[in-house]
């Protein structure tokens, strides 16, 4: 056993917890030092002192654009605390990872974050491509320094990105319409949510609601689906009459579709007669979300793994930095369908 991730892995712990015992660098419990020591003694463990000085000396700093995460939005959260997650464990390799946050509705917001991010010369750049247009002028500019760049949870194609990890947006939607069809098997109407037009073209969005229609064509299922468009689903008056109004005038609606993780907001907006004969199924086991389910105001989330998407880029960044390890171009992550039975399980 000659590696830290050896070590990590048979400790329970991350590697950064090794590499803090191994260079003395404190903030390791007394029980924890103990434990990882008496793992490297049985496995006459010895840093190579010559590749450790190499790895203090050849800082590599990676990037992260991320939109802003706040309590009505905690979305964002997970992919942030992932990559640093790994962030923690890549540090003893002379990495060092950094995020820029952005308001995501807001593509001044994302271009001035990204003019702070280049400012610090970063070897490479994780981005959460929100704007179509800006996207090209960031891109721009990595690619006129040679400084590769991933993107994660948003796939658009036409850009030389490393890698995109994230969800198959469309497979995600088809699964949708699936799980919409078992719950209504007979001839039905739906309802998708529409709440941004600010969103990149061909972004995950509209790939859901591409593969939630298919799923109807491709299986030749009698239905029809309307795309309801709210320009501010956080205002609850505005969704609220928008909403209740639009089902009241269509009583043949017996599902809504929110391709987005705002499935909390349209429930807590539903008129209480529209409740109960109304099948929900959106995105994401946020805590608001998860509470719809476990209230049974939302019958499925699909999880797109929003944690591993910020963990496995910095991960593979830090491969293609150190050893030139070039990645798959699209690493795409499981698809988890969550119900109140199992959503408990699968908390990042």
Same mark, same amino acid.
């Given at each position: 056993?000659?590696?830290i991730?050896?070590? *990590?892995?048979?400790?329970?712990?991350s590697?950064?917890?090794?590499?803090?015992v191994?260079?003395?660098?404190?903030?390791v419990?007394?029980?924890?030092?103990a434990k990882? &020591?008496k =793992?490297?003694?049985?496995?006459?463990?010895t840093v190579?002192?010559?590749?450790?000085?190499?790895a203090? /000396?050849?800082?590599?700093n990676?990037s992260?654009l991320?939109?802003?995460f706040?309590?009505?939005d905690?979305?964002?959260?997970?992919?942030?605390?992932?990559?640093?997650? *790994?962030?923690?464990?890549?540090?003893?390799f002379?990495?060092?990872v950094?995020?820029?946050k952005?308001? @995501?509705?807001d593509s001044?917001s994302?271009?001035?974050?990204?003019e702070?991010? !280049?400012?610090?010369?970063?070897?490479?750049?994780?981005?959460?491509?929100?704007f179509?247009?800006?996207?090209k002028?960031i891109?721009?500019? !990595?690619?006129?320094?040679?400084?590769?760049?991933i993107?994660i949870n948003?796939d658009?194609d036409?850009?030389?990105?490393l890698a #995109?990890i994230?969800?198959?947006?469309?497979?995600a939607?088809?699964?949708?319409?699936?799980?919409?069809?078992l719950?209504?098997?007979?001839?039905s109407?739906?309802?998708?949510?529409?709440s &941004?037009?600010?969103?990149?073209?061909?972004n995950?969005?509209?790939? /859901?609601?591409?593969g939630?229609?298919d799923?109807?064509?491709?299986?030749?299922?009698?239905s029809?689906?309307?795309?309801?468009?709210?320009e501010?689903?956080?205002?609850? @008056?505005?969704?609220?009459?928008?909403?209740n109004? #639009?089902l009241?005038?269509? @009583?043949?609606v017996?599902g =809504?579709?929110?391709?987005s993780?705002?499935i909390?907001?349209?429930a807590? $907006?539903?008129g209480?007669k529209?409740?109960?004969n =109304?099948v929900?199924?959106?995105?994401d086991?946020?805590?608001?979300n998860?509470? $719809?389910l476990?209230d049974d105001k939302v019958?499925? !989330?699909?999880?797109?793994k929003?944690?591993d998407q910020?963990? @496995? *880029?910095? &991960?593979?960044?830090?491969?293609y930095l150190?050893y030139?390890k070039?990645?798959?171009?699209?690493? #795409?992550l499981p698809?988890?369908i969550?119900?109140?039975e199992?959503?408990? #399980?699968?908390k990042k």
């Amino acid at each position: 056993m000659s590696r830290i991730k050896d070590i *990590a892995i048979e400790a329970k712990v991350s590697e950064g917890t090794v590499d803090r015992v191994i260079h003395n660098r404190g903030n390791v419990s007394k029980k924890t030092e103990a434990k990882i &020591r008496k =793992i490297m003694e049985l496995h006459n463990f010895t840093v190579n002192p010559i590749a450790s000085a190499l790895a203090m /000396r050849q800082k590599q700093n990676i990037s992260v654009l991320i939109p802003e995460f706040n309590d009505a939005d905690l979305f964002w959260e997970s992919p942030f605390l992932g990559s640093q997650k *790994a962030a923690d464990d890549v540090k003893s390799f002379g990495i060092g990872v950094r995020p820029f946050k952005f308001n @995501q509705n807001d593509s001044k917001s994302y271009l001035k974050a990204f003019e702070d991010l !280049l400012e610090t010369k970063p070897s490479a750049v994780i981005i959460v491509p929100s704007f179509l247009k800006e996207t090209k002028q960031i891109v721009g500019q !990595l690619e006129a320094l040679e400084i590769p760049y991933i993107f994660i949870n948003i796939d658009i194609d036409g850009f030389n990105n490393l890698a #995109y990890i994230g969800q198959d947006s469309y497979k995600a939607g088809y699964i949708g319409g699936k799980l919409m069809h078992l719950k209504n098997p007979n001839s039905s109407e739906f309802l998708i949510i529409q709440s &941004r037009h600010n969103i990149t073209e061909n972004n995950s969005v509209t790939n /859901r609601i591409k593969g939630f229609n298919d799923y109807y064509k491709e299986n030749k299922i009698p239905s029809k689906s309307k795309i309801l468009k709210i320009e501010n689903i956080t205002n609850s @008056q505005e969704t609220t009459e928008k909403l209740n109004t #639009y089902l009241n005038e269509h @009583q043949e609606v017996k599902g =809504i579709f929110v391709p987005s993780s705002r499935i909390h907001l349209v429930a807590k $907006c539903l008129g209480e007669k529209f409740v109960k004969n =109304i099948v929900l199924i959106g995105f994401d086991n946020t805590p608001q979300n998860t509470e $719809c389910l476990l209230d049974d105001k939302v019958s499925f !989330l699909i999880s797109q793994k929003p944690f591993d998407q910020g963990y @496995q *880029a910095v &991960r593979l960044f830090s491969d293609y930095l150190l050893y030139n390890k070039v990645p798959e171009n699209k690493l #795409y992550l499981p698809i988890d369908i969550l119900i109140k039975e199992n959503v408990n #399980y699968n908390k990042k």
